[in-house]
Structures are given as C-alpha cells and as structure tokens.
C-alpha cells in the first residue's frame, strides 16, 4: 500500500463529526493546494522557456524576438491547448471559476480529477506561449479538483465536499498572492457563498497554510511592486468615487466584449480544437505591437504603479488587454480573468490618475496611487465581490491608509456594474448554460436534481381515434389527471384533462362521434429527463399545469413518463432534509 494510501485510509478512519477532522483534512488539502500552485507557476516558466528560451518577464526581451516568432507563439499555443482541453477535459476551457461554482452548486462539489492535469498544462501553455490571461483561474480550478478529489476518496457528504472545494480554491488564491485573508474571502464569497463558522474556519486553515508554503519558497513577498501609498490630501476623496464610476463602466466593458468575442467564435464553422490556434494567431498580431498584454503581465502592471508609463499608452493598454484576453478566452483557450482584471484596473487608475495629477498636482498623488486603487476596483466590478477586492490590495500594500478610498471605489465600481449588467463575469457564463445562482442556494437545489430523478414511468396513453366514450371510461378507471393521446406510431400528438371533456359529459350522443383527437390539446408543454426540476417546476407555473410528459431527447415525441407538481416539491423536501442531516 502506498504512503498516500495510508493516509487516507488512516484519516478517513477518525471521528466524522468533529471539528479535528475537517480542519486536518482542510490542512491537507491546504498543503496540496500550495504544492499544486507551486507545480503551476513553474509549469508556466517551463513551458515559456520552451516557447521562447527565455523564462523573464517579455518586456525584457521582446526587441530582441524576430517578428515571426512573436505572431506564431501563441498560435502554436493554441495549437496544442485546443486538442488538449478537447479530448482530456472540456472544463479546462476558459477561465475555470464558473465550472468550480457550478460544481458546488449543482454536484455537491464533484469535480474529475483528470482535470487539475489538463488545467496545469493546457493553462501552463496557454499563458507560457503569450496567452493574456491570468494564473489565478486556473489555480482555483486546480486547488479546487485536489480538494474535490481528496473528499471523494474519503467519500465525505456533499455538503463536507462542497467545503473541501472552496479550501482548495482558498489555497490557490492565497498562495499566488500571498494574501491569505483573500484567499479565505473569495473562497467564501465567490465559490461557497458561505460565511458560516463549519465552512469558513476550514477555509481559513487552507488558506493560511498554503500561504505558508508559498512564503517557505517565494519569501513573504508581495505579488507587485507596490508604492508607498499616501492620501496628498482630503480633497481627493471626491476623485476616487469617479474613479469607482469609471472602473465599474470599463469592467462592463470587460465583460460585455469578452463574451461577445466568445460568441464570435462560437458561430465560426470550424472544429473546436483549432480555435484556439486561430485566437492566437490573432493575439501574437497584437503582441507585435503591444508586448505588454503578453501573459499575465506583472510587468506591465509594476511599470503602471511605478508611473513608468505614458498616459497615452496606459489608456490604449486599457482597451488593448481587453481585446487580447477577450480573444485568448474566446477562442478557447486556458485562463483566467483575475490577473487582466488586475491589468485592466492598473491601466484604468494609472491613466485617471495621470489626468487629475495633471490638473490639480498640489491636492493628489502620484498616478500609482489611482492605479492601485482602480486594480481592486475593477475585479469588484467584473466578479462582484468587493470584500475580496478590498482585502487582496490591503494585504498588499500592508497600509490601513488606502482603505477609505478603496472601500469607496471597490462598492462603487460594484454598484456602477451591477446596475448595468446582471451577473458578474463568473455567473453570466453559468447563466449563458442555463444555471443561475443569483437567486441563493434554494434554487441551486432545484437546479441539481433532474427530472429523470424523480419521473413516473406509469403512462396512460390512448390512441388519437379512440371515441370519446372510450377517452372517459379511461378518466374514471385511471384514476389519472392527464391522458396521452398518441398516433399509431406511438408519437405524442396531444393531452386531454377532466377540462377538456367536461362540456361533452352531458352529451351522451357525441360518444362514438367525437375521438379523442378532436378534444385533445395540441399545444403540448413537455419537458426532459436531462433538464432540473426547476425548469420542470417553471414550466408548471408559466401554463398552470399540475404534471407534464417527460419525452426523449431524440425527436421529443416518444413520450416516457410524467412528473408532476407533488413529485417535485416532495423531492425538494428530500434534498433540504438530507442537507441538513449532513450539515448536523
């Protein structure tokens, strides 16, 4: 038996119901997920060494790239990423956070294991051959398989699982950025939606020992060149509110462009696993002018907060990062949003603070400060989570003085992009699939279960020439609301109710002159045994209905059962009961 056998075998054999246990098996997998960050971040020097010969940042080297290598990087990239994610795991597409959320909300955490080593080298890849995307995404993914993993192989209840998942999202967050405080808040914000002492305080222990870890290596270092931040004086507080308005509008911006361009891609008739190579052919054409948006581009950024950039070219940055990590996304490829939020934000601050230090130079601060700020700004506006935002710029900087001004940028920018669109730019790709998670964690549970669950097979068809005499005699010994009235080919064609025979029960000559085909209703409301109840429970609302037919998937005629109304909320009423009996 190997040595990580035993440990499993050993820790699945102490106390399940005491605090001991999950906070061993958080500590676990906080080690695990400090490790998996470590394995990811030099998974991407190697992979850029290959790529390039050179593991610095580009900025450093780029002048001295022939042109040609510049462009067709990426796209040998793409190349490799595509096949990659196709056929070892699709959930490695993108950026990686809607897929853990999905999984927690609807499969108590399930997540395949496979797909913490595609991420690893589909992302390593991606971003190691130019791709502008961040690290961060894909960490959470990989940090939140490992937990996953480790609480299937435990066979821990879903409800513990769930958990497990946002401990391994925690370490990833808290080991790329040193800030472990963030790490835990995003895990509970973002991922779980869970504050509570029984999820949060394993959080926290994974959090705070892959931030150990990473220390242990990197030294306890900050992930950017931070300046001394200073408030010049009161009179700035009236800027960063604007500056709160005008990073919630670029975050919309973000989002709207980003999904559009993967709509773009969507509709080109090509294979999948090519568009990414297609994505970056595009990008290396932007990289030959813009090297800056190359990667994740902390280069770039410590050049914004140390005000090494024009003003021109950080607004252009702006909208440049945009379009670059739009297309790498788009296209398929491997990444995530948090590092080009980071960007995006720098560039947005560095230039507004550029503008108002030009303006009024005796009442502001250098344009670093703004830039600073407008980081945490823009990722509140584009995941909408401003706790986590505030907190990952304050464990940076180590200063309690930028915190009024970030709170006020942070709610603003929030405000501002959640007025103006629905959904961060996390939910609005599980809305796009028909999840949504907006409306609490009732709904999720509907979302989960799946009309297959829980349908009747006992179907009471009657053919569409049976006489009208023949329709009621069936209503009487079926003792059933709705019959199914079917063709000779077994084909749904209609459905008839009490109501609909009613005006008929007191005209006995229409018995054998009236068929079943002439009362049914034609406009049939069905649903399938692959869709969640909660589509089903909608459905039954919208058209007043008390059960619908439940009819394959192939031509959506053969009909297979029913589900009704009583059948759903009963099933509810199971799911709350066994996630409290699990919660205990």
């Known amino acids: ?42 998974a991407i020097k190697f992979a850029q060494y290959c790529f390039y010969r050179n593991t610095a940042d580009v900025l450093t080297f780029h002048q001295n790239l022939p042109f040609y290598l510049i462009i067709l990087m990426p796209a040998l990239g793409g190349l ?21 959320m999905e999984a927690v909300a609807l499969r108590g955490g399930r997540i395949r294991s496979r797909v913490a080593l595609v991420k690893i080298l589909a992302s390593g890849i991606s971003i190691g051959s130019g791709g502008s995307v961040g690290r961060e995404g894909p960490i959470v993914q990989i940090g939140s398989s490992i937990g996953s993993t480790l609480s299937q192989m435990l066979r821990v209840p879903s409800l513990r699982q769930r958990t497990f998942v946002g401990c391994g999202a925690a370490a990833g967050i808290a080991a790329t950025f040193n800030a472990p405080i963030a790490g835990a808040l995003f895990a509970a914000e973002v991922i779980l939606g869970d504050f509570g002492f029984t999820t949060f305080a394993p959080v926290v222990l994974s959090s705070v020992t892959a931030t150990t870890i ?23 507080f009236l800027f960063y509110p604007l500056l709160g308005v005008v990073a919630g509008l670029v975050a919309v911006l973000f989002i709207v462009s980003l999904y559009k361009c993967e709509d773009q891609f969507e509709a080109l008739r090509i294979p999948d696993y090519f568009k990414p190579a297609l ?3 595009m990008l290396g054409c932007l990289l030959l002018v813009w090297p800056h948006v190359f990667g994740v581009g902390y280069g770039s950024i410590n050049l914004s907060l140390k005000n090494q950039l024009p003003g021109l070219i950080l607004l252009t940055l702006i909208f440049v990062k945009i379009l670059a990590t739009s297309i790498t996304i788009g296209s398929g490829g491997s990444g995530g949003i948090f590092a080009p ?32 700020v407008a980081m945490g700004a823009v990722v509140a506006g584009t995941t909408h989570a401003p706790i986590t935002a505030i907190i990952i710029i304050f464990e940076m900087t180590a200063t309690y003085k930028i915190i009024l001004p970030l ?38 549970i509907l979302q989960a279960l799946k009309v297959g669950d829980i349908m009747r097979y006992q179907v009471v068809k009657v053919p569409e020439s049976m006489p009208l005499g023949g329709v009621i005699d069936s209503l009487k010994t079926q003792d059933v609301s709705y019959l199914h ?11 008839i109710s009490f109501r609909d025979i009613r005006s008929a029960l007191q005209e006995e000559a229409l018995n054998n002159l009236v068929i079943a085909k002439d009362v049914a209703t034609r406009d049939i409301v069905t649903i399938h045994p ?27 005629m053969k009909v297979i059962g029913t589900v009704s109304h009583r059948d759903v909320i009963a099933a509810y009423d199971r799911a709350i009961l066994q996630r409290e009996i699990e919660g205990y």
């Not at 720098?346 to 108002?356: D, L």
């Open 1 to 42: 038996m190997g040595y990580s056998q035993r440990i499993i075998r050993a820790l699945s054999k102490l106390p399940r119901h005491q605090h001991v246990y999950l906070s061993l098996i958080a500590i676990l997998i906080g080690v695990l997920g400090g490790y998996g960050a470590l394995l990811f971040r030099f």
């Open 80 to 100: 490799i990423v595509g096949p990659l994610i196709y056929f070892g795991a699709r959930e490695a597409k993108g950026h990686g956070v809607p897929e853990v």
């Open 214 to 236: 990473s220390r242990h290596y990197f030294g306890d270092f900050p992930a950017f060149t931070i300046p001394t931040y200073k408030v010049v004086s009161l009179y700035e």
């Open 279 to 281: 994505g970056g052919l």
């Open 341 to 372: 939020s980071l960007f995006i934000g720098a560039m947005t601050g560095g230039f507004f603070g550029w503008g108002v230090n030009k303006f009024f130079p005796l009442i502001t601060a250098d344009p670093g400060a703004y830039a600073l």
């Open 407 to 444: 709170m006020f940028a942070c709610i603003i920018s929030t405000i501002v992009a959640s007025s103006l669109k629905r959904g961060s730019i996390y939910t609005i790709k599980l809305s796009r699939r028909g999840v949504e998670l907006s409306q609490g964690w009732e709904q999720s």
């Open 485 to 495: 009235v079917v063709n000779k080919d077994n084909d749904l064609k209609g459905i």
């Open 530 to 556: 692959t869709d969640s109840i909660l589509l089903a429970l909608q459905r039954m609302g919208n058209g007043g209905f008390s059960q619908l037919p439940v009819v394959t998937e192939v031509d959506g």
